[in-house]
């Protein structure tokens, strides 16, 4: 297929990254790419969804990922996946002597293994420069159901106007649903039964790097999972904190161990971020050494310094990712031409189990199978007849409405046409009658 078709064919059906920050992936399609790289990682804990549906998708994933490989002319299809996850490497195994450029990496049980960095690192050997691109290095990446959604584009016609969210935490059933682009959180926990935590908090996208909201947020194209969590659960409490007093205590705490740095999966790639450093900087309001706040911009938020590394149990991550807010709100930009040290052979033993991790965050008795349940299986109990589709749901500029109120739509109709420069298009994702439209959403209700 010509690159610039199959480009105009993700953009116009709204595909972005399926998880992360949401890039729209037909500008990921580079004649550079010598390696395309298939993440199947499931960077954070609990989550299930990118192991499951290539489970049961293997032969429509494989063959699209070939597909995007022939486009861009890569040498190379490498399918990134852990060693555990022995029934999609069982998938796998029925179809990629079919793609004689496609090979699968072994992945160790590590986080976070899925960060595009690391993946790339251990699945090529391929160091991307901090604040690079991985088209840099002539990779490029996409997740298992940012694949899948390719393959419905390219052979059904069907838009991005779903997504797989996994649910797992104080639920009476643990379960990964597809759900409506724009369905309320509240509406899709309801699908695990009862709540099992008296005074429950929503935790979406995942426990390091999610972020605490409301029931009544809407499911977006990036949502991979909501962690049901009672509000007193110590990853709560760490979501919520008052960042003047995190800054009081790093004053008074920090004793400049430097496991922080240590663990740091970048620092681990030669990248120059010294989160213990940027600490006592912070702390002691020490300013005579700026590259210490300017690498701050080159932190991936993993947040493995406050969440396992930290023994005073303070929050390196919450204060860099104030100081990057703050430096790009006064227009900074990250340094450029940072040359990564070497990466060091102590990288290897530096790598944090998942199994541990999840058990110093006291999450180890969630880690459920969260079964993958039929596509239209959301219909059957009717939780959701209302939907606010975000129409900024990717990076980029936000798709320009083209209904108005009172207009009847169908699923799959485009309601947002994609703006200027960097943005994709937006499509209803419930059979009904728009009911409010303004610059920032679309809510449709059923009739």
């Given at each position: 297929?010509?690159?610039?078709?199959?480009?105009?064919?993700?953009?116009?059906?709204?595909?972005?990254?399926?998880?992360?920050?949401?890039?729209?992936?037909?500008a990921k399609l580079d004649q550079r790419a010598e390696v395309i790289l298939m993440n199947c990682a499931?960077?954070?804990?609990?989550?299930?969804?990118?192991?499951?549906?290539?489970?049961?998708?293997?032969?429509?994933?494989?063959?699209?990922?070939?597909?995007?490989?022939?486009?861009?002319?890569?040498?190379?299809?490498?399918?990134?996946?852990?060693?555990?996850?022995?029934?999609?490497?069982?998938?796998?195994?029925?179809?990629?002597?079919?793609?004689?450029?496609?090979?699968?990496?072994?992945?160790?049980?590590?986080?976070?293994?899925?960060?595009?960095?690391?993946?790339?690192?251990?699945?090529?050997?391929?160091?991307?420069?901090?604040?690079?691109?991985?088209?840099?290095?002539?990779?490029?990446?996409?997740?298992?159901?940012?694949?899948?959604?390719?393959?419905?584009?390219?052979?059904?016609?069907?838009?991005?106007?779903?997504?797989?969210?996994?649910?797992?935490?104080?639920?009476?059933?643990?379960?990964?649903?597809?759900?409506?682009?724009?369905?309320?959180?509240?509406?899709?926990?309801?699908?695990?039964?009862?709540?099992?935590?008296?005074?429950?908090?929503?935790?979406?996208?995942?426990?390091?790097?999610?972020?605490?909201?409301?029931?009544?947020?809407?499911?977006?194209?990036?949502?991979?999972?909501?962690?049901?969590?009672?509000?007193?659960?110590?990853?709560?409490?760490?979501?919520?904190?008052?960042?003047?007093?995190?800054?009081?205590?790093?004053?008074?705490?920090?004793?400049?161990?430097?496991?922080?740095?240590?663990?740091?999966?970048?620092?681990?790639?030669?990248?120059?971020?010294?989160?213990?450093?940027?600490?006592?900087?912070?702390?002691?309001?020490?300013?005579?050494?700026?590259?210490?706040?300017?690498?701050?911009?080159?932190?991936?938020?993993?947040?493995?310094?406050?969440?396992?590394?930290?023994?005073?149990?303070?929050?390196?991550?919450?204060?860099?990712?104030?100081?990057?807010?703050?430096?790009?709100?006064?227009?900074?930009?990250?340094?450029?031409?940072?040359?990564?040290?070497?990466?060091?052979?102590s990288r290897e033993y530096r790598k944090v189990p998942e199994e541990r991790l999840e058990a110093r965050?006291?999450?180890?008795k969630y880690n459920a199978d969260a079964p993958l349940l039929a596509d239209d299986w959301w219909k059957?109990?009717?939780?959701?007849?209302?939907?606010?589709?975000?129409?900024?749901?990717?990076?980029?500029?936000?798709?320009?409405?083209?209904?108005?109120?009172?207009?009847?739509?169908?699923?799959?109709?485009?309601?947002?046409?994609?703006?200027?420069?960097?943005?994709?298009?937006?499509?209803?994702?419930?059979?009904?009658?728009?009911?409010?439209?303004?610059?920032?959403?679309?809510?449709?209700?059923?009739?």
């Amino acid at each position: 297929m010509d690159i610039q078709a199959l480009k105009q064919i993700l953009q116009e059906n709204g595909i972005v990254g399926a998880g992360g920050a949401g890039f729209p992936t037909y500008a990921k399609l580079d004649q550079r790419a010598e390696v395309i790289l298939m993440n199947c990682a499931e960077c954070e804990p609990l989550l299930k969804l990118h192991r499951q549906l290539l489970e049961q998708r293997a032969k429509e994933i494989l063959q699209t990922f070939d597909v995007i490989a022939q486009t861009v002319g890569a040498k190379e299809a490498v399918i990134g996946i852990k060693k555990e996850y022995k029934a999609a490497l069982k998938a796998i195994d029925r179809y990629i002597d079919f793609y004689p450029r496609m090979r699968v990496q072994l992945l160790d049980s590590a986080y976070p293994m899925g960060d595009e960095v690391v993946l790339i690192y251990e699945a090529t050997g391929r160091v991307i420069r901090p604040g690079g691109l991985p088209i840099e290095e002539g990779v490029a990446v996409f997740n298992v159901e940012t694949v899948y959604n390719v393959y419905r584009a390219l052979e059904l016609g069907t838009p991005v106007v779903d997504k797989l969210v996994t649910v797992v935490g104080e639920v009476e059933r643990p379960v990964t649903v597809r759900v409506p682009i724009g369905a309320a959180i509240s509406s899709v926990v309801a699908y695990g039964g009862e709540i099992t935590a008296k005074n429950p908090a929503f935790l979406i996208g995942g426990p390091m790097m999610g972020n605490l909201q409301e029931g009544t947020a809407p499911v977006t194209k990036t949502t991979n999972a909501i962690i049901v969590l009672d509000e007193n659960h110590t990853l709560v409490r760490r979501k919520r904190r008052n960042p003047a007093i995190d800054l009081k205590r790093a004053a008074s705490s920090c004793c400049q161990c430097e496991t922080c740095t240590s663990l740091c999966p970048r620092h681990g790639l030669g990248h120059p971020i010294e989160p213990h450093k940027f600490m006592r900087s912070a702390a002691n309001k020490d300013f005579q050494d700026t590259n210490v706040f300017l690498n701050t911009m080159f932190c991936s938020s993993c947040g493995l310094c406050e969440n396992y590394s930290c023994p005073q149990g303070l929050a390196p991550r919450s204060l860099i990712a104030d100081y990057k807010a703050g430096l790009r709100k006064a227009g900074v930009k990250a340094l450029q031409g940072v040359v990564p040290a070497p990466v060091g052979e102590s990288r290897e033993y530096r790598k944090v189990p998942e199994e541990r991790l999840e058990a110093r965050l006291g999450l180890a008795k969630y880690n459920a199978d969260a079964p993958l349940l039929a596509d239209d299986w959301w219909k059957k109990d009717g939780h959701i007849r209302k939907v606010k589709i975000l129409l900024g749901q990717h990076i980029g500029a936000p798709a320009i409405p083209v209904v108005e109120k009172g207009a009847q739509v169908k699923v799959g109709d485009c309601i947002a046409r994609p703006a200027e420069g960097l943005s994709v298009g937006i499509h209803a994702s419930l059979d009904g009658v728009v009911q409010e439209v303004t610059d920032g959403f679309v809510i449709i209700a059923e009739r």
